[in-house]
T-cell receptor, first 108, second 115 residues
Framework: EDKVVQSPLSLVVHEGDTVTLNCSYE??????LLWYKQEKKAPTFLFML????IEKKSGRLSSILDKKELFSILNITATQTGDSAIYLC????????FGTGTKLQVIP | EPEVTQTPSHQVTQMGQEVILRCVPI?????FYWYRQILGQKVEFLVS????????KSEIFDDQFSVERPDGSNFTLKIRSTKLEDSAMYFC?????????????FGQGTRLTVV
């Protein structure tokens, strides 16, 4: 059975801190690892990772994939209260398996 | 910016009733998906759809569920006889093409409450 495990489950940090969110996966027919941010409703896309070792960046967010260790991390630097959300990791191809998410709360 | 739209945003139905959840994917997209998220739980894959047929489905997607693309723009999920445990947020997603380099875009979801 496909499995995506995220850690930590929940995190509370102060504004300005840097956080690292972890995702490990065991997914058959793996093609890509996806990161989404879920605030109130639908997940919004952050990154798609397909190759090992190549960091993707978008502003204060960055992510990297290790296909040998079946692992990905999402880094957020200089966190802001607007970063508070659940961050979802997902892996697969046509059938995408989601992790349970990491709930990040950034307090002023 | 193109987006996936879902209607209704919230539906309350009695147990045993049929419901149809509607989605309008992004217009040039070819791959369509339904996911659900029970309150407080993770997003779960239900079904993927391409070229007018189901390409993959999960064990959740039993005979009570069906999908259809009736008119080339809408993509619907039908639940034939709803159960209390079908209460969840249902997300539709679409993707331009398969393979590397394309991501799925999600609609805002339909919250289904079965009473």
């Amino acid at each position: 059975e496909d499995k995506v495990v995220q850690s930590p489950l929940s995190l509370v940090v102060h504004e300005g801190d840097t956080v690292t969110l972890n995702c490990s996966y065991e997914v058959t027919n793996f093609r890509s690892l996806l990161w989404y941010k879920q605030e109130k409703k639908a997940p919004t896309f952050l990154f798609m990772l397909t190759s090992s070792g190549i960091e993707k960046k978008s502003g204060r967010l960055s992510s990297i994939l290790d296909k040998k260790e079946l692992f990905s991390i999402l880094n957020i630097t200089a966190t802001q209260t607007g970063d508070s959300a659940i961050y979802l990791c997902a892996g697969g191809y046509q059938k995408v398996t989601f992790g349970t998410g990491t709930k990040l709360q950034v307090i002023p | 910016e193109p987006e996936v739209t879902q209607t209704p945003s919230h539906q309350v139905t009695q147990m045993g009733q049929e419901v149809i959840l509607r989605c309008v994917p992004i217009s040039n997209h070819l791959y369509f998906y339904w996911y659900r998220q029970i309150l407080g739980q993770k997003v779960e894959f239900l079904v993927s759809f391409y070229n007018n047929e189901i390409s993959e489905k999960s064990e959740i997607f039993d005979d009570q569920f069906s999908v259809e693309r009736p008119d080339g723009s809408n993509f619907t999920l039908k639940i034939r006889s709803t159960k209390l445990e079908d209460s969840a947020m249902y997300f539709c997603a679409s993707r331009a093409q398969t393979g590397v380099g394309t991501e799925a875009f999600f609609g805002q979801g339909t919250r289904l409450t079965v009473v």
